[in-house]
């Protein structure tokens, strides 16, 4: 049954760390997206392969069925002043009206409800009720929301690029699929795709399928519980239609291969799976995905390389198991493999069952 845990399963935090030189973390994306180094997992007792992205249709038969987030990232950054003169940054996690949003808050001190923030762009936004890490807004504007980022937002790149975003982030931080506006993190795996790339599969006969996982800002959210089962998981919006869930039916049939591009289709496919088959879903998931939860809804992954302790290597892993995981990533370090999300890419084939 999907979601079930292990007795046994991994849940300390320090069981997914390992150490990276800060030196191979990604701040820049290569010039051609393609271009990208990949690092095959295949099945046990096989160890690590070094391809390149560009070697994927290769590895890939006539029929699998290659599944896409296509979601689009906003501009969904803006930044301000308490009334107090201390700085806010604002990320927006989620629109719900027209002058109403949820957003994580980087402030010195948190405010409290009925405090209101100066934007730098102009207008005010009152501080409604706050969720955990998040905070919910209203813009004391005529405008709404979605004008206002149109107007002002600046592209969220991840904290780790040490950098903000310029003119060519808005091209190279959202994959060349993206058609559905309302992430707030691009779907990383997605963005080693090209043109030729997808022509080439295309060639190759590999069918192509897409969900809708909006990425929320909580996806950078570090898990502060030494029991991973205590993490609150954030949520996010997905889409799994109808069309997608009758290619899925096609290609299993035809005994051919699933393949999710990124952490998010996994996600997607999962949620639309909890009833043990797979079926179309429109709504929020906080699905948590960790060792001792058995992924069936895909036979091999692409993904880049994730942080330290993070929701993402530990879903990773109970993917393809946490030691092999491990043991791929120490690789990928001692051969100077780009990470995070302009970094380079995996390639993994299922562990044993449970991710043990």
Not at 136 to 152: K, P
């Amino acid at each position: 049954m999907p979601g079930c845990l292990a007795a046994d399963s991994l849940v300390k935090r320090s069981d997914f760390h390992y150490e990276l030189p800060s030196e191979l973390i990604a701040s820049e994306p290569l010039a051609e997206r393609s271009a990208s180094r990949l690092l095959v997992l295949p099945p046990p007792p096989a160890g690590p392969q070094d391809r390149m992205i560009r070697d994927l249709p290769g590895m890939l038969e006539p029929g699998d069925l290659l599944v896409l987030n296509d979601t689009r990232v906003i501009p969904a950054r803006l930044y301000g002043q308490k009334s107090t003169g201390g700085r806010v940054e604002i990320m927006i996690e989620r629109i719900v009206g027209q002058h109403e949003a949820v957003a994580q808050l980087g402030v010195s001190k948190p405010p409290k409800p009925g405090g209101k923030i100066q934007l730098d762009a102009g207008g005010e936004m009152e501080v409604i009720e706050r969720d955990g890490g998040f905070y919910r807004l209203r813009l004391l504007a005529a405008e709404g929301f979605e004008h206002l980022l149109s107007r002002a937002g600046h592209l969220p790149l991840p904290h780790y690029m040490g950098r903000e975003a310029r003119a060519d982030d808005a091209e190279r931080y959202q994959t060349v699929f993206a058609r559905h506006a309302g992430a707030v993190a691009a779907p990383t795996a997605g963005l080693h795709f090209d043109t030729p790339l997808l022509d080439a599969l295309r060639e190759r006969g590999v069918q192509m399928g897409h969900v809708t996982l909006h990425v929320g800002a909580g996806t950078f959210s570090p898990v502060r519980a030494d029991d991973v089962r205590e993490h609150r998981m954030h949520s996010e919006w997905l889409n799994v239609g109808a069309e997608l869930v009758e290619q899925v039916r096609r290609a299993r049939g035809a005994g051919r291969r699933v393949v999710a591009v990124g952490t998010t289709v996994v996600r997607a496919l999962e949620t639309a799976s909890q009833g043990g088959e797979l079926r179309p879903f429109a709504g929020d998931t906080q699905i948590f995905i960790f060792p001792g939860y058995r992924i069936r809804s895909v036979d091999a992954l692409l993904t880049n390389f994730h942080l330290p302790e993070s929701t993402l290597l530990m879903l990773v892993s109970a993917f393809a198991g946490r030691d092999r995981v491990l043991e791929a990533y120490r690789h990928a370090v001692a051969e100077r493999y780009r990470f995070f999300s302009y970094g380079d890419a995996m390639f993994l084939h299922p562990g044993e069952a449970g991710g043990a």
